[in-house]
């Protein structure tokens, strides 16, 4: 169908000229055009207006994922080709119907490739003038980009201006009425006004820079009023739909969900395919692999439009090829490692076959960096063997891990003590931890050597295990406190209880996944104790004095027990900070069964549950931005059965209920315990606290062997308050408080770490 507009009489005058001057132009002018490769995001920005500008380097640069990681090579990519705003959009389409591109003139012969639909700059207009008719070169692309009307700026004008001729008749061809009337609306050239070859050619590629078109043909004819121009075009298919092929293709590996996608064209299906929407589209599945954490992924080549209106969209998604670990001095120099692979990729969620995501690789740095043994860690990158694909390293730097510690200090459980200590964390390279301590105080000697997997090899719940051996001699706070006593009968001192023994202890984590904090850890097993009860002396004190009523202070009468307890735990840790909670809650269970040798038979169970609050009660300048929290406490436990006397609970004292000394609260086979606390900041690493403690035997004093609470003539039950002041050093939160007790008493304890 051809259509008519504006067609108006001319003079005999007129059409003499056009006669004279009309075969400069080319009998035919024709265009065509594919939709460009679309660059990967990292170097291409979408406009809204269809530009696009490209970079001459089509690698992925370097982008963080947190302050560690650096890449240091970037994504191997399918090159894509250069862009020149000069040319015209292509759009891949049936060979069969191609057409010749339109040539402006003999002089110019640009090389530009194709690009998608650019505003063309008016201002300098073509400046060669044809001398002779000729045939448009097939092989020469168009010499100016796609555009919308504009009026030519002629500010600048070239040393010799185009032959203009009359035009007579513009009709088009191939286009429904609504697409005609865009196409009217867009281009330049206009019956009854003079023309030239390069206006022409402005409007093929205005013409294509609308978006809706595949191929655009212009056909000039001479006509006794002037030339008649006809705009013969080939509108895109309707989109029907949207298929996603990703580089390289591993099934059912493809992160991007096809909802989105759906959500992303669902205003295009069943409309005229325009390329200014797919390439809206394109940016915003770009946008949601960045925002995504993909950092890798992008669409890549260019997009595949079929006669069925079926749109394919190739994507490079960022599969991780492999996973490899690199050792580095701090000079950034490589060396060889001593901790194996294996401990630090078992630390890594990402794993070959996985689309890299930002976010997961930050979640592990943090766990490698979390194992204690490196001095940094951060991320690189090297191409794939095959394009889309990458090479993840971890480059690691690895510190000291061996260390000797010598201290002493004070506390009101243990009095002055001095400790000195070693430990290897990274045994054999196997993130193993051995260490030794021993520790001499007042009240207590202590030898303890332990080794600890973390993660026991080839296990895919991360399960770990602690094996140790010890010996410790305490004064037990059942029979001695600072104010009431219980003494030996051959010594007429305070009952030592010498522990020698050792243990095994398993712990898992229960979660779906061994890489996200858990619901709940368990544990379970295994101790040896054998316990002996002396005098100052060293010498078996099976029995305490006469005015103690001669009580058995073993449960043997020969002053010696051997106890099995096979032991079980449970955790549910929803804390915001393990160390300084602010919020969230703390649930502990515990339960001891011994298994009966020297004729102990008994159970054990206990219970702790913590709350955090986060509140804001005083608002002073200096407080502004720092946590204020009240924290609760609820805690019991029982004893069932026949148990040693020193088995016994223990309440009172910096760990218990504050103004009361160590122990002298009471003792029991059964207890309860309440504490709240308002805690908050002063100044930097200061903080302060109030607190109300409370605790009762609930009267099973005297089910205890030998009744040690009626004998030293404790309450059982009470109370106590007070303030206190917490200092944050590199050994912990160090704890002073000050306490009053319901009986009028007050002392000051002494503690490292918060009180719960």
């Known amino acids: 169908m051809e259509v008519l507009k504006n067609n108006q009489p001319f003079s005999l005058l007129v059409c003499t000229l056009v006669t004279i001057t009309a075969w400069n132009i080319a009998p035919s002018v024709k265009a065509e055009t594919t939709i460009p490769e679309i660059t990967p995001i990292s170097t291409l920005e979408l406009e809204l207006n269809g530009e696009i500008q490209s970079e001459p380097d089509s690698e992925i640069e370097k982008i963080p994922l947190v302050q560690e990681v650096q890449k240091e090579a970037n994504l191997a990519q399918t090159p894509q080709p250069a862009t020149d705003p000069s040319s015209p959009v292509e759009i891949p389409s049936d060979p069969s119907l191609q057409l010749t591109p339109f040539e402006p003139t003999p002089t110019e012969q640009p090389t530009s490739e194709p690009t998608t639909p650019q505003t063309p700059d008016t201002t300098t207009p073509p400046t060669s003038e044809p001398t002779t008719p000729q045939t448009p070169d097939t092989t020469t692309p168009p010499t100016s980009e796609p555009t919308t009307p504009q009026t030519p700026d002629t500010t600048e004008t070239p040393p010799e201006e185009e032959p203009r001729v009359l035009i007579s008749e513009v009709v088009v061809t191939g286009a429904n009425p609504e697409l005609e009337d865009l196409i009217y609306n867009t281009i330049r050239t206009r019956p009854g006004r003079s023309a030239t070859r390069a206006q022409l050619q402005e409007d093929v590629n205005a013409i294509y820079a609308t978006g809706f078109f595949a191929k655009v043909d212009v056909s000039p004819e001479d006509t006794p009023l002037g030339v008649r121009v006809a705009f013969v075009v080939q509108a895109n298919p309707i989109l029907e739909r949207v298929i996603i092929d990703t580089k390289p293709d591993i099934q059912g590996q493809q992160v991007l969900p ?33 925002q995504n954490g993909y950092d890798l992924a992008q669409v890549v080549g260019a997009p595949q439009i079929a006669e069925d209106g079926t749109l394919t969209l190739e994507i ?6 492999d996973i490899r670990v690199r050792f580095f001095t701090k000079e950034e120099e490589p060396v060889d490692g001593r901790t194996r692979d294996f401990i630090v990729t078992r630390e890594i969620e990402l794993k070959p076959g996985d689309v890299f995501n930002r976010n997961t690789a930050q979640r592990d740095l943090q766990r490698v960096f979390g194992l204690g043994i490196f001095e940094d860690v951060r991320l690189s990158f090297d191409p794939g063997t095959e394009p889309g694909q990458v090479i993840v390293n ?42 030794a301590e021993l520790q001499i105080g007042q009240r207590e000697v202590l030898f303890d050597v332990s080794f600890t997997d973390p993660w026991i090899a080839t296990d895919p719940y991360r399960t770990s295990y602690t094996v140790n051996a010890f010996r410790r001699r305490s004064i037990s706070l059942v029979y001695d406190g600072e104010d009431s006593s219980i003494r030996t009968e051959n010594g007429n001192d305070s009952p030592r209880i010498v522990r020698t023994g050792g243990g095994i202890t398993f712990v898992r984590p229960l979660a779906k996944n061994v890489y996200t904090k858990p619901d709940w850890t368990l544990s379970a097993g295994l101790l040896y104790q054998h316990v002996e009860v002396k005098n100052a002396d060293g010498e078996i004190a099976p029995r305490a004095r006469e005015q103690d009523d001669n009580i058995k202070l073993a449960y043997n009468d020969s002053g010696i027990d051997d106890i099995v307890l096979l032991t079980f735990g449970a955790t549910r840790d929803f804390r915001d900070n393990p160390t300084q909670p602010t919020s969230g809650s703390l649930l502990r269970l515990g339960a001891e069964q011994s298994i009966g040798v020297s004729s102990i038979f008994y159970n054990r169970i206990r219970a702790s549950y913590s709350y955090y609050i986060p509140v804001r009660i005083l608002t002073f300048d200096f407080m502004q931005g720092k946590p204020q929290t009240l924290a609760f406490n609820v805690q019991g436990g029982t004893v069932i059965g026949g148990f040693p006397p020193y088995e016994a609970f223990v309440i009172g004292g910096s760990n218990s209920v504050r103004g009361y000394a160590e122990g ?93």
């Open 258 to 290: 096809d909802t989105v996608v759906t959500e992303i064209f669902q205003e295009q299906y069943g409309q005229i395919l325009n390329l200014r929407d797919v390439q809206e589209g394109v940016r915003r599945i770009n946008e949601w692999y960045s």
């Open 316 to 321: 490079a998604e960022g599969y991780i090829e």
């Open 394 to 435: 971890v480059d690691t730097v690895e510190g000291r891990t061996g260390s000797i510690a010598a201290g002493a200090g004070y506390s009101s459980n243990s009095g002055l003590f001095g400790s000195l200590s070693y430990q290897q964390q990274n045994l054999g390279g196997n993130n193993q931890t051995l260490g």
């Open 664 to 756: 002298e609260l009471g003792s029991g086979s059964s207890y309860a315990q309440f504490t709240a606390e308002y805690r908050f900041p002063i100044i930097s690493i200061v903080g302060g606290a109030l607190f109300f403690d409370a605790a009762t035997n609930l009267g099973t004093g005297n089910s205890v062997r030998g009744n040690p609470n009626g004998i030293r003539g404790l309450p059982g039950s009470g109370f106590g308050y007070g303030l206190g002041v917490r200092v944050q050093s590199p050994v912990g939160s160090i704890r002073v408080d000050y306490g009053f007790n319901d009986q009028g008493d007050s002392r000051i304890h002494f503690a490292i770490g918060e009180r719960f």
